[in-house]
Nanobody, 127 residues
């Protein structure tokens, strides 16, 4: 079992930056592939970024590629999402998600691929 708690959301002007954190409980975090998703009002939850448990492989949605960076520190049981050059269309509730996978090279892109979810953190980008 893994419990996930996001933090770091807030209000920022367009062009600004935020860093989201997702702290995980449980001793097996290092074997979990992790992902970030977001959900804007009236829209479905969408994939943002994913990282393998080893951190070797990452993948990004086209809409955030080159602006967002996903990373993890397995010694701190934490995954991060560094968001730069934020745009108003990035406004959403951001969720982290986890899935146990001993394969150090896999990452996952679909909501149904993940077993554990955080409660979400609001990111609002003003124009």
């Amino acid at each position: 079992q893994v419990q996930l708690v996001e933090s770091g959301g807030g209000l920022v002007q367009a062009g600004g930056s935020l860093r989201l954190s997702c702290a995980a409980s449980g001793r097996t975090f290092s074997s979990y592939a992790m992902g970030w998703f977001r959900q804007a009002p009236g829209k479905e939850r969408e994939f943002v970024a994913a990282i393998s448990w080893s951190g070797v492989r990452t993948y990004y949605a086209d809409s955030v590629k080159g602006r967002f960076t996903i990373s993890r520190d397995n010694t701190k049981n934490t995954v991060y999402l560094q968001m730069n050059s934020l745009k108003p269309e990035d406004t959403a509730v951001y969720y982290c998600a986890g899935r146990n996978n001993p394969d150090g090279y896999s990452y996952y892109l679909r909501t149904n691929d993940y077993d554990y979810w955080g409660q979400g953190t609001q990111v609002t980008v003003s124009s």
